[in-house]
């Protein structure tokens, strides 16, 4: 069983080091087709180009975890990671942040947001799991409403108002009557 273990665990570190000379060999390639002898068609994107295909792949993923379809979902995690890459060499060449400048900052925040992980922290609870990262997040960004931070672009304006604040628990309407009126109410005040 111990053995087992141990074959496993030298897999998974294997895996993690082969993941990172892919994503160093993805950052390469998207170098290359954003270069002066690259594609005229990668050339010519910029951030607001790439966002439409961007979101076109997360709904892609979302699809394939719908459907339970894990090859599918493979391919469309690509993809994301792909764009992700492909936004960041725009802003690379804008010299704004690099795709290493993001990673660093994913990397903190996990780090910051799971102080019972990686801090002397005891928390016993998901619920006080997700209490925390809230009180992370908004210490780390100045918010006064649970509406602030939601992206305007968002469909999912209902699911993260609910999972910010459980008071909003108390309406008698089923979800979908709740959530379409409230997306409603929203996208008024917004507009």
Request: hydrophobic content about 40%; aromatic content about 12%; proline content about 2%.
């Given at each position: 069983m111990?053995?087992?273990?141990i074959?496993?665990?030298?897999?998974?570190?294997?895996?993690?080091?082969?993941a990172?000379?892919?994503?160093?060999?993805?950052?390469?390639?998207?170098?290359?087709?954003?270069?002066?002898?690259?594609?005229p068609?990668?050339?010519e994107?910029?951030?607001?180009?790439?966002?439409n295909?961007?979101?076109?792949?997360?709904?892609?993923?979302i699809?394939?975890?719908?459907?339970?379809?894990?090859?599918?979902?493979?391919?469309?995690?690509?993809?994301v990671?792909?764009?992700?890459?492909?936004?960041?060499r725009?802003?690379?060449?804008?010299?704004?942040?690099?795709?290493?400048?993001?990673?660093?900052?994913?990397?903190?925040?996990?780090?910051?947001?799971?102080?019972?992980?990686?801090?002397?922290?005891?928390?016993?609870?998901?619920e006080?799991?997700?209490?925390?990262?809230?009180?992370?997040?908004?210490?780390?960004?100045?918010?006064?409403?649970?509406?602030?931070?939601?992206?305007?672009?968002?469909?999912?304006?209902?699911s993260?108002?609910?999972?910010?604040?459980?008071?909003?628990?108390?309406?008698?309407?089923?979800?979908?009557?709740?959530?379409?009126?409230?997306?409603?109410?929203?996208?008024?005040?917004?507009?």
């Open positions: 111990i053995f087992h273990g074959i496993q665990w030298g897999r998974e570190m294997r895996d993690t080091k082969n990172g000379k892919k994503f160093e060999q993805l950052v390469e390639i998207l170098d290359n087709l954003r270069s002066e002898k690259g594609c068609w990668d050339r994107q910029d951030e607001k180009s790439i966002a295909y961007f979101l076109e792949e997360v709904y892609e993923a699809d394939a975890i719908s459907a339970g379809d894990a090859r599918s979902l493979a391919e469309e995690l690509g993809d990671i792909m764009e992700v890459v492909f936004l960041a725009i802003f690379k060449e804008k010299e704004k942040f690099s795709i290493s400048d993001v990673l660093e900052g994913i990397n903190q925040k996990m780090i910051r947001r799971h102080p019972h992980v990686f801090a002397q922290k005891y928390i016993r609870t998901s006080k799991v997700i209490d925390e990262w809230y009180r992370q997040k908004k210490k780390e960004k100045a918010r006064q409403s649970i509406l602030d931070g939601l992206a305007k672009s968002s469909p999912s304006h209902i993260s108002i609910s999972s910010r604040d459980t008071s909003l628990s108390f309406f008698p309407f089923s979800s979908n009557f709740f959530s379409m009126n409230l997306n409603l109410f929203i996208n008024f005040l917004l507009a």
